[in-house]
């Protein structure tokens, strides 16, 4: 079921045989004492971005949501009646929606200390429950304000739609921008998002754009917190144009910059199995990039067919000063195209991301990687400090890729590789089981965990570790889906 690698040879690097020519990759600091340090950690060196935590940014937003519900409360004087009540409600509801999107496109911004804090698929997911949250907010804003506005005109609800829309400021932009909102959520909704072709999804999203452009002046045009609070209206605007700078800067100009600064461009493409190609990427002074083993880029090929959309692709080997290495297995039209990359194709590289990176905990780790989710964990396996356990399950032995360089590095390194290879029935029982795990590492519960791999297998995974005694904090993992 498992071959085994454990061996302290000769220092070599892996990847250095690799094309296109010799690459060190850095390696991994001594192993440090059990204990922890008795001085604290040294400062974060030059110029990486702060990292902002899970509670600290759910607490700004809430705080947020606060001041908007206290900007309402501001600004009416009293609620008399039942379309009193309903229009108020309707109010609220349409503060806290203008104030949702903003946070919304501000999760999506590329904002390095969230990126770098909460992972981007941890906003992804935040960003999609948000979603939801606001398209029910919208539609109940909608609906109540109607209702409260006929109630209190003794009109009924056809009337007072057709008297809203048709007399009051920008109220027909913002009912378009509520059905483009209502339209992108259905087709964000999982059962639709697996019928549609992920560009198709992700053009449609674009429309979220135009769909806030709609709403805002109808916010201030009808708004009764803003129709006579110049105050309110001077800082409702300003965080709506902050979110729309960052935007610009994060998603575009950063992209632009950075290539006028390494340009980056193909320097080769390396088959490393079936269906699974290597891509390595040259540029100018790549350590600035401050990239870490376990991080992604959105990589942008500058061909005909591929210039325009960027795909994430996480490092599969440490990032060197000149060169990066990335390594995709063919799941569509897209990453089945980058066999065919010449050398020369210049590369938009938007990252470094995500917050999949090694913990400097002074423990041993376990690395579980399955399939392509090798990638970043070959990276993380050959730079991370202390004794660092492998598993790799692949369905079969062909689908094992780095499998020479993975030897190198447990040779190089004293570390364990096991290699977990074929379906249940043939290994006859479940490989990532509590029990398998403990008894292939020794000492699991006192390791930080790092796991990579199918939504299936990463879940198992994660479930069994926790059976296992590894605690919730001290277990990582990426998806490749967001
Ligand atoms: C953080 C992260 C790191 C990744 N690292 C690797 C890696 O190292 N190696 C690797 O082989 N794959 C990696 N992936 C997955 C890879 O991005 C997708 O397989 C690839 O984009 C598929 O595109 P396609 O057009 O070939 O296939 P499609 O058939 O169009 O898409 C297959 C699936 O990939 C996802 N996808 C497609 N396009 C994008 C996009 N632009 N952005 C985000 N997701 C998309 C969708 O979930 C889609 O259902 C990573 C994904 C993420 C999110």
Redesign the pocket.
Known sequence: MTSVARRSGPARHAGAEAYPGPRREPAPRPAPSRRPPARPAPARPGNRPARVGARGVLAVIIAGAVAVIALWWHSTPGVHGLGGWLTGAGEVLGLLCGYGVVVLVALMSRLPPLERGLG??KLARWHAMGGRYIVSLVVAHGLLIVWGYAATAHANVVSESATLLTQYPDVLMATVAGFLLLGIGIVSMRAARRRV???TW?FVHLYTYLAIALAFSHQLADGAAFVSNLAARFWWSAMYLTVLVLVLWYRVAVPLLSYRRHRFEVLGVKAEGPG?ISVYIGGRGLEELDAEPGQ?F?WRFMTRSLWW??????L?AAPGSDMLR???????????ALAQLQPGTRVFAEGP??AFTPADSGRGAVLLAGG?GI??LRAIFATLPGHVTLIYRASSERDLVFREELDQIAAARGATVHYLVGSRAEIGGDPLSPRVLRSLVPGLDEQEAYVCGPAGMTSTAVRALRAAGVPRQRIHF?????
Not at 309 to 314: A, C, L
Not at 478 to 482: A, G
């Open positions: 981007t698929d072709r992920y560009e992700y699974v992604f959105r959309s960027s795909h994430p692709f996480s599969s990335i390594t995709v297995k063919n799941m569509g039209d897209h990453s089945q991301y995500g392509v990638t970043p990426e998806s490749f889906e967001f």
